[in-house]
């Protein structure tokens, strides 16, 4: 077991001081990058607050495969373009939803799912897969948890790809 030590008394700003660092404890010097998406799910759903759905998804064979997650069964394929994550995808850009209901083409694979983040991963120019955290909340990502979220992303990325 890794001794994983995690503020849950600080601010959102700590919290994401701490997860990064845990990342890096769990998957450094990890060549296998399902184990470390696999980590990183657990970590992320275990400590972010308001979660019902936390993992990743990968590109194989030009559309989205889903990977290591933590919450219900969920789409296995996503076209790129496709929903938040295949819009994440397509424009390898952070798509930040306070509410998935008013996303045109949004995926409803866990009908209790109101916010979402995707992050994508993008390892020298290549995009790898991306990030996806799903809330019941309406409104639960700010720019905090954004940011929060590409730093592990920019760690993790050379580590699953
Ligand atoms: N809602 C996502 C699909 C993936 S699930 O949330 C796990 C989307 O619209 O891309």
């Not at 994983?4 to 990342?23: E, H, M, P």
């Not at 790129?80 to 949004?106: E, L």
């Not at 929060?148 to 993790?156: D, K, N, R, S, Y």
Request: net charge negative; with cysteine; hydrophobic share 50%.
């Amino acid at each position: 077991m890794h001794d994983i030590q995690i503020s849950t008394v600080g601010d959102k700003a700590d919290l994401y001081r701490d997860l990064l660092s845990a990342l890096d404890g769990l998957t450094a010097g990890e060549p296998d990058a399902i184990a470390n998406m696999a980590n990183a799910a657990a970590l992320i759903s275990e400590y972010v607050p308001d979660l019902n759905w936390a993992g990743f998804y990968r590109l194989v064979g030009g559309e989205l495969v889903l990977g290591p997650f933590q919450g219900k069964a969920a789409c296995i394929r996503i076209a790129i373009g496709a929903g938040v994550c295949g819009t994440a995808a397509a424009t390898q850009t952070t798509q930040r939803i306070a509410d998935v209901h008013a996303f045109p083409g949004h995926i409803a694979c866990d009908a209790a799912s109101a916010s979402e983040l995707v992050v994508p991963i993008v390892v020298d120019g290549v995009l790898v897969g991306v990030l996806d955290l799903d809330s019941p909340l309406r409104g639960r990502f700010d720019a905090e948890d954004q940011a929060g979220c590409e730093a592990m992303i920019a760690l993790l990325g050379p580590r699953i790809a």
